[in-house]
């Protein structure tokens, strides 16, 4: 099974708050990271945290960490249509990186 | 910021025939590059990781004889797909590591999508 997982599919309306969780496996992670793929793309990198922290934002954006319970999440505020995607959480630990599955975020208007 | 590009963006070939992936790190030397393959909702395969200099190393279940790589600067990786059927029809995306910068984060290639008919 993945090492990373996360839920596949979550549908917000625009303007609300999009939550999207993570749940990872080793402990010894260094950074974790979220990806956005948009159609036909490559992964964009969004934003990372250090294994220390427990809360990073930048702009619309907010990574929460809880190490104990090895979960990740991002939110993302007032959602916009473009912010339609696939968000990846990634894990990395000595140049090894694994992927969730990622999650399809819809945003409807 | 740092770049990575990959080329071509997408190819269409026949069976039987070999295709090749460029992917190239534009401002920073890049070591070591990655290669995934990415199959319909599904998530990132690690294939390969790709050392600048000497023989890659292939993840358990990739053919090293069916997916050639050549990683011969520390700007350039390619993956050659040989004789190519269509169920190697994927989304393949390579990644580098700026070794330089803070964190080294892994920056991605656009992708490219290959169909073999």
């Known amino acids: 099974g993945e090492d990373v997982e996360q839920s596949l599919f979550l549908s917000v309306r625009e303007g609300d708050s999009s939550v999207i969780n993570c749940t990872y496996t080793?402990?010894?992670?260094?950074?974790l990271y979220w990806y956005k793929q948009e159609p036909g793309a490559g992964l964009q990198l969004l934003t990372y945290?250090?294994?220390?922290?427990d809360m990073k934002q930048d702009q619309r954006l907010t990574v929460l960490l809880n190490k104990k319970d090895k979960h990740l999440s991002l939110r993302i505020a007032d959602t916009q249509t473009g912010d339609s995607a696939i968000y990846f959480c990634?894990?990395?630990?000595?140049?090894?990186?694994?992927f969730g599955a990622g999650t399809r975020l819809t945003v409807k208007p | 910021g740092a770049v990575v590009s990959q080329h071509p963006s997408w190819v269409i070939c026949k069976s039987g025939t070999s295709v090749k992936i460029e992917c190239r790190s534009l401002?920073?030397?890049?070591?070591?590059m990655f290669w995934y393959r990415q199959f319909p909702k599904q998530s990132l395969m690690l294939m390969a990781t790709?050392?600048?200099?000497?023989?890659?190393?292939?993840e358990q279940g990739v053919e090293k004889d069916k997916f050639l790589i050549n990683h011969a600067s520390l700007t350039l990786s390619t993956l050659t797909v040989t004789s190519a059927h269509p169920e190697d029809s994927s989304f393949y995306i390579c990644?580098?590591?700026?070794?330089?910068?803070?964190?080294?984060?892994?920056?991605f290639g656009n992708g490219t999508r290959l169909t073999v008919t």
């Open positions: 401002d920073f030397q890049a070591t070591t």
């Open positions: 080793d402990s010894s992670s260094t950074y």
């Open positions: 990644s580098a590591s700026d070794p330089s910068s803070y964190n080294s984060p892994l920056h």
């Open positions: 790709s050392n600048e200099g000497s023989k890659a190393t292939y």
């Open positions: 990634a894990e990395t630990h000595n140049n090894d990186m694994r």
């Open positions: 945290i250090f294994s220390n922290m």
